[in-house]
């Protein structure tokens, strides 16, 4: 069975910077779509930025030119490089792909504030 983990999020100032990254058990990436999401509290969840397979990406427009979606060329690891964080990312981000089935990680905190 596949399974999706987030890891890398935590506690960060305002203006800094996290990676977090998404490996897959019994499967190798790329997925047909890759993508990573987010959930603020009372918020629904939101793309914030997906690739896929032929390595075409996408962002929402409150993370481009911050938030940078990548993946290894191993196949194991696909990743999210956030910079010039602000307290409004403050989420829980969840990873998701797509090998014929929707795949989600359980989701890994990000905190920004001073």
């Known amino acids: 069975q596949v399974q999706l983990a987030e890891s890398g999020g935590g506690l960060v100032q305002p203006g800094g910077s996290l990676r977090l990254s998404c490996a897959a058990s019994?499967?190798?990436?790329?997925?047909?779509?890759m993508a990573w999401y987010r959930q603020a509290p009372e918020k629904e969840r939101e793309l914030v930025a997906s690739?896929?397979?032929?390595?075409?990406?996408d962002y929402s427009d409150t993370v481009k030119g911050r938030f940078r979606i990548s993946r290894d060329r191993a196949g194991k690891m696909f990743y999210l490089q956030m910079n010039d964080l602000k307290p409004e990312d403050t989420a829980v981000y969840y990873c998701?792909?797509?090998?014929?089935?929707?795949?989600w990680g359980q989701g890994t905190q990000v905190t920004v504030s001073s």
């Open positions: 019994g499967r190798t990436f790329p997925a047909t779509v």
């Open positions: 998701y792909a797509h090998f014929g089935v929707a795949m």
């Open positions: 690739l896929t397979a032929g390595g075409s990406s």
